[in-house]
């Protein structure tokens, strides 16, 4: 899963979501549930009381944190946060210089004085408050029409968070669960003097690389160190050398003695998004249509910036890493496309349907549920059809300065309002990102590579029947029913050979243009921003409008689901959100494919049998030497007789779990969540306990590392470390 | 393995052999050697008597055949023959048209008189007689000069072959064992007219492909039916409609009811080749130069091919099976290069050396075993480097058209010696499958590919240094150290353009032209040949000249190994030279790699799982909706609820034992042996009882296909299918 990495692709294909929830150890489910499953908790083996798992500012659940896309913990008193190598390597990066190369040889930071500031933009999230505010937003919604309603709940939303915020120092958000049917308002300190305190080398870090990524057996070292630094007054600042490690009221132990095949084990984190409960017409789209249409233009996309940007020219090394997401991406797209043949998931979501229907057909007073259903299902295949349509027209819209452009149109459009009732992603609240976005650009561009990519799209475009394009966009670049794919570099050399876009002063100059002077402008890319304006705006009320019809209806759906799976004994937890969440199991390997089986449990072994000494597989020698010697120290297992290395789980995780705090059964540290066999890419869709494997870090094998390997002692004092 | 690939394609790479035996079930014993073990033979659970199973003709083993290249055993008293269908599908590719698509739907005759002639060549050798022959082979050889030894080593061997096929119908064989230490007379009827019985489709037969081609798990039914037909007086015969089905002696029951895990198996067939008993320079120079380099050309040579004969054209046709080839090679390759790192082949080979030359220097009296191995070790370094120096060269002269006139030229010096005294591969015995080869050079080559091909080679012989070349075919060429790789295809191009050799016609009439006929053509190809001849001839003759001198040394290196192993407690067996071994082991599982584990048995349901619908995991409809009907029949392992398809075991096999005979305890047939896992590849230099595994198609699978999916009932009742 490799949240990072999934988590900025999985923006590239716009989906929906819902799914199958009626196996063993499925279930994201919110900490306040777990009171509602306490004994069933207390029976596979918690030995903690349950109820302390639903008070997210006790412990240990107060430990926790989000770090924005990824999850992490306090693992000291003096807010030393552990996460996973591919979490933090951003920072680690920020900070590599010729002379100092940090990602070749780790980075450990001998003293606090000596702590690096992590990459611009790092937060560290830390819960304070979680306040139900359904009631606020829904009250009075059901009665509008669809694009009101929408608009009204968006609102509010704002509103509410607008509030929340004017204490100084926090971000709240407002989260939606269950389609619409409850709304939470998360309070959350923002840690904005991040350090990194120790990275070790991407050599045992990132061991494997892409090649053991989604892959088990793995012998990935996925642990970093940060540290939160705020204000000597205790409140959330920005860096500077006055500012104190910040004091969590709780952080976790950490296991040195770990764990054992079977183990009870669970994680707490903060898993991205899910389509458990999608309705077939969206699955059968997405898995029919949209995952191999896709899957095939990204082999496309990858061959067209491969041959653009040779290896080892300048513009390879800003692509190198969206080629590796892409890559990342399509290994994923066809995982789960393979997955969802082999479990038969569209089938087996037809059966759920089915039995749901005849469940609701049981017992008239469930008439209401069939009909918000029946609508449901129209909406579905309405959302389907749309993005079809939209399939191409959303792909040609890519290219990064037609993109900067729209945003900077928008952003002018927007500023005409009130802040309060701006779109979200253009108020204030939101410009430090905004501007580091476009900051960023330039980093990842290259004229001749977005160029190609362009007509790459472009291409698939014009494939399409003149009737399924979208006239504005044709009028504006100048294409017609008899344009050829031969004649588009030509086309569309223009807007490369007089943009000034391609300057970043420039760029965060027009945040201050009004729209008139944007309109104004004689940039190709900025004229066709404003003239695609109308039809985008169109694009997007006719999806808030189908959002505002789903907000009525995917409630009443959720409903009908929940009851359902309560009288089957299953308590429903919402789709993932990007909230806290906790999700329990054991230490379990299992057999992914007929005749094969995975083991628990890796061990260091495993490493010097994979080491090839070439980049992924190359272990620093000290490592080979330690793993030589058998110096395992305390941290061996004696069953594997060695040092576990990475272990399996039947945890329930997606993008955004990576970081996650893998906790035993007295709430002790045992490892990080930090990827998914192959096998699982599609459990998003659909929890198949057969198949659905997590891979963790072990606790033993990251103080091992620091112990035998990376002399970093000193941080093993600093924690609790417990046998 | 599949070995028919791994034969043809072994011969690319001229290698010579030897390596450690000092673990578990490792050993392909000749039948005689049973004896010796047939206390430890009962002690792991063979039920009949171990010294039946060193009488050749007798039962089991007078049932074991082989097909020149694969291993096959009879199975009715009717002639019946199993073999894999790897080993019989150029028969049924012989047989196949547009209208009956043979390979895409299977073969099965309705009755004998439907059975078809198999392709040309295909023969069925059964052994009727073994006879040492080492006195009459090596008799005063010990004296002599080298190269004079070699040559009277080979004349001796020719002439026990002679008399031996005075007998007509009758094959016959002089085999060296242990490096010339012994040398034994194998008589065989060799039954010329075979016939294809039955052959599940592809889609069964070769399920899975090249991708699963040494890849556990596997769900390949690798079995197919040939009949042995002879004159009606028992005599064997070329295909006559008056022949009759041979009537061998004994024949296999076939077991319905198989195997379990951990059971006690045993393999009889034909291994081809190993190299158990190298030494240290030879291991090297295989591991880090050969294999690595020709890694890199078989790479580059299949780009050539697949760039020169794109997909869909003519010529890709032609070049189809060879692709298959190079790359099913190329991966064996990388298996053997990547597994040789892995358990550290070098280092293993290093001390297995150093700990034979402690036992020799421990004893006065081995004083003359550490002398001869001294000479063999430089003898083995002398033959690594003239196989370094002559890499390049021998890829120079692999164009089908200077291939075929080098050894029409050859043919023609041969022919003035008196037919006894002909050089092996020339004598008249040898005419037909000479012919034959000359004649199935046109399904193979395109001038195009040809050239391409050559001038890949080329261009890496020009990169060698002026005097490492070889002048004469510089000279023959017109190369100098001036010319460059983009000039080479205008060079060679006059031999395209002016051969006739491409025509078979005047390759077969050429079979009966003189030496000065051929010196006196203006066949361009022809005339490089000819030029070439004494480069050849030399090269040659120091071949045999170090084949002369081992001749001398290796018999007692294998002795001081012997005597070795004896007093560690271990039987040394003689390497693979294509002459019937028995193996014997159990079901095993295993794991392959760290974190991960083989299972012993695949199921029915893993061919649904994998079943895509596309080659090559497009298995028959109706084998679906047997599998999800759960039509087990009496077919299944109560173990793991399903048909077991193929098995896995410890058995010690390699290219040659695809076909052969997999028997129980009681000697009944529960598989036939078909593939090694990628990890075992390297198994022909070392045994590593970790990780090498053997791979069998189950014949509860065989029948259960016959039975539920072809409708072979017929050959069912046939055979004696036991429980």
Redesign the interface.
Known sequence: MKNTKFFTLGLLLAGSTLAAPLAAKEGMFTPDQLQEISQELSEVGLEIDPDALADLTGFPMGAVVSLGGCSASFVSPEGLVVTNHHCARGSVQYNSTAENNYLENGFLAASKAEELPAAPGSRIYVTTEVTDVTEQVRQGTESLEPLERYELVEQRRKDIIAGCEETAGYRCQVASFYGGEQYKLIKRLEVRDVRIVYAPADSIGKYGGDIDNWQ????TGDFAFYRAYVAPDGSAADFDEANVPYQPEHHLKVSASGLRDGDFVMAAGYPGSTSRYTLLAEVENTFNWTYPTFQTLLTDWIATIEATAPEGSDARVKYESRLAGLNNFEKNLRGQIDGA??VGLVDRRRAREAALADWIAADASRAAYGVAIEELADLSEESAAASRTSFWYRNVSRPSLFSAARRLYRLSKERQKPNAERESGYQERDMTFFRQGLQALDRRFDPAVDKAEWVLFLTGYIGQPIGERVAAFDQALGLTAETTAEELPDLVDRFYANTTLGNVETRLALMDATTEQLEASEDPFMQLAVAMYDYGFQLETESKTRSGRSLALRPTYMEAITQWQRENGTLTYPDANSTLRVTFGNVLGG?P???????P???L??IT??D?GEDPFNSPSELLERIEAKDYGRYALEEIGSVPV?FLSDLDSTGGNSGSATLNSRAELVGLLFDGTFESVNSDWDFDPRTTRTIHVDTRYMLWVMDKVDGAQALIDEMDVVE
Chains 1, 2 share one sequence.
């Open positions: 088990w057996p793995s012998h043949r082999r057999s494919r007929d005749g094969m089986a995975y083991l449990f890796t061990t072994e495993g049998d994979k090839t990475n």
